[in-house]
């Protein structure tokens, strides 16, 4: 007697961002958030003149598919960082 077909995998439920990636979104939202570094010893900085976002928590936002960056553009020139359409769909109203 063969073996019983394989049941198909259940979709995995979409994440919903925290209150700090939220923040995050809003920040974007603004405009103006850039991710920068100014010398090759310095971290990544990203943020605006309204806030910063942690890397830890732009790379969540990367990943998730909520925001990316102009990675064509140098760290030293500024990467201009940009909400995509399922980051705006997560703001609140």
């Known amino acids: 007697m063969p073996a019983p077909a394989p049941q198909p995998a259940k979709p995995v439920p979409a994440s919903r961002p925290t209150s700090a990636q939220l923040k995050a979104l809003a920040l974007i939202a603004q405009g103006g958030v850039q991710r920068s570094q100014f010398t090759l010893k310095d971290p990544i900085r990203i943020g605006s003149r309204n806030g910063t976002i942690y890397a830890d928590t732009f790379e969540v936002l990367s990943r998730q598919g909520w925001a990316t960056a102009d990675y064509s553009r ?9 909400l995509t359409a399922a980051g705006e769909a997560d703001l609140p109203a």
């Open 74 to 82: 140098s760290l030293f020139k500024g990467q201009p960082v940009s």
